[in-house]
């Protein structure tokens, strides 16, 4: 009976199999993200009319968003003025300010506060609406004749989009400074801080803002979308919400460093 | 508009053909058919996982059947469906199982919420309906709580305020009286009765509540292996010999 009941037993799927279905899982994913950020974009007409629920989003994503992101950006200033002084001793400290200034408004400072965007903002974006996906409210709005997407998306996705950018110029301020308080207090380095601040001036110019500036809202785009996708695609009560939430911070991750790849690849190439 | 809500709302006959919803090639519904009239109070009877509450979602078009044709006031569904808010000739509510209320936003929000977002009315009527609504169902003066303050049958109310807030000529009932106590079940009745007399809307109710069932409901709809297996007077209900009836009726006697 039992060798009977184990040459029935359903064989587990193979490596292979389980592959094709994540990998179609993931395109199903990808698919309804888009679907999703064309509907907001076309949902964002109704910005003005909706003026209070974005500006309630917005206080939610600087509330969650603005203090750890002054603490991460001070740190990650002072340790990179740390540990470039001590690679470039032999050299010159002069470039102490054009790689803090560099690193925080191409690179660090708009991954950094997109990675805090995503994880704090972004997650909460996911149990909110998985939450309420699975307690039926989207399909209370819908027998409501009120679109989800106007009424729950858009908000966070335009918050997010506006936010972000500025959260990235406040995380470039208060590395910078991060930078040059390390300058001014470690007796290791040699260099006066207004040379560290010319030196950066001279580096630093208008265009690497700009990229900064572009990464900080697309990466907002996808930081919200990606949320907000994975919470309307929630089943399953409280197990269902809780996955949701962390598949959205992880997607969102690693989308934010793929489109970071693809905005660096885009910007040298048009240099 | 609110002297229109005032007055006694006319409801909508509804009617299903051959619906048939399956799920992964689970069959749930293998062909409903079903016709409401006007005015009419329907209660949809069943065990739980008959596809009652699917047979709901595919009426008020959450979901859409595999097969089958379902028509409201004379509209097919889809037509319905497609046509902008400010269209359409009459209104569809829904109260849902969990209550389904926003939990950011206060009970008035909660109530007004459709009013508002849908325009067309100002601020003060909003108010004033709501606050009517609200005294509808005994939950004057909690305007001001949320959701997370009230118990589960102060919630089941404001969705039902929620409903009758649009004045609709439909209202669809998603399991209103699970998770409450006898008393709170027994309340919820009275106010679904009173709403049927005071409005006129067609209501359909789905639960598995026999005795609610029996007392609010002019006819009894038993669905049974995805079917309705017949659909008649509580009175003819107690006298049912169809064969799957007399089992729920056992199984319904054995829970309660």
């Known amino acids: ?271 | 508009m609110m002297a229109v809500a005032a007055e006694r709302a006319r409801g909508v006959p509804v009617e299903l053909a051959g619906v048939r919803k399956a799920y992964g090639g689970h069959v749930v519904l293998a062909g409903i058919d079903l016709r409401v009239a006007p005015g009419e109070l329907l209660a949809i009877v069943g065990q739980s996982g008959t596809g009652k509450s699917v047979l709901l979602r595919q009426i008020v078009g959450l979901e859409r059947p595999d097969a089958g044709r379902i028509t409201l006031g004379g509209i097919e569904l889809g037509e319905y469906l497609a046509l902008p808010p400010e269209d359409k000739p009459f209104r569809i509510a829904m109260v849902f199982q969990s209550a389904a209320l926003l939990a950011s936003l206060t009970v008035a929000e909660n109530v007004g919420l459709r009013l508002r977002e849908r325009g067309g009315h100002t601020p003060a009527e909003i108010a004033a309906i709501t606050r009517r609504v609200l005294e509808q169902v005994e939950l004057a003066g909690t305007e001001e709580l949320f959701p997370g303050e009230l118990s589960g049958g102060m919630r089941k109310r404001v969705a039902i305020a929620r409903a009758l807030a649009i004045d609709p000529e439909l209202i669809l009932y998603d399991e209103p009286t699970a998770d409450l106590d006898p008393i709170l079940t027994e309340q919820i009745g009275l106010l679904i009765a009173r709403i049927r007399r005071l409005r006129g809307s067609t209501q359909i109710i789905v639960t598995h509540n026999l005795p609610l069932a029996r007392a609010v409901a002019d006819r009894i709809a038993v669905l049974a292996e995805g079917r309705i297996a017949e659909c008649v007077t509580p009175a003819e209900l107690a006298a049912s010999r169809h064969p799957l009836t007399r089992e729920f009726l056992r199984a319904s006697a054995l829970a309660g």
């Open chain 1, 1 to 271: 009976m039992a060798v009977e009941a184990l040459g029935h037993a359903p064989r587990p799927p193979g490596v292979l199999t389980r592959l094709g279905a994540s990998l179609l899982d993931g395109l199903q994913i990808l698919g309804e993200a888009t679907r999703l950020f064309f509907a907001t974009v076309r949902a964002a007409a109704f910005v003005p009319a909706d003026r209070q629920r974005v500006v309630v989003q917005m206080v939610r994503v600087g509330t969650d968003t603005l203090f750890i992101g002054a603490l991460l950006s001070l740190f990650v200033g002072m340790v990179m003025v740390v540990q470039a002084a001590d690679q470039v001793r032999e050299v010159s400290q002069d470039i102490l300010g054009p790689i803090v200034g560099l690193a925080m408004t191409k690179e660090l400072g708009p991954v950094l506060m997109a990675f805090l965007l995503a994880g704090r903002a972004g997650s909460a974006m996911a149990a909110e609406l998985g939450s309420m996906t699975v307690y039926d409210e989207i399909n209370a709005l819908r027998t409501m004749d009120i679109d989800p997407v106007r009424f729950l998306v858009m908000p966070r996705f335009v918050a997010a989009t506006i936010a972000l950018p500025v959260l990235v110029l406040y995380a470039d301020f208060i590395g910078v400074w991060g930078g040059a308080a390390v300058v001014v207090a470690d007796p290791a380095i040699t260099l006066p801080v207004s040379t560290y601040f010319a030196r950066m001036l001279e580096w630093v110019h208008f265009t690497d803002f700009v990229v900064g500036l572009v990464k900080g809202v697309v990466f907002g785009m996808v930081a919200s979308i990606l949320p907000c996708t994975f919470g309307l695609r929630t089943r399953g009560g409280t197990e269902g919400i809780a996955a949701s939430t962390t598949a959205a911070v992880v997607w969102s991750f690693i989308l934010i460093l793929v489109f970071d790849f693809l905005i660096v690849r885009v910007t040298f190439a048009l240099d």
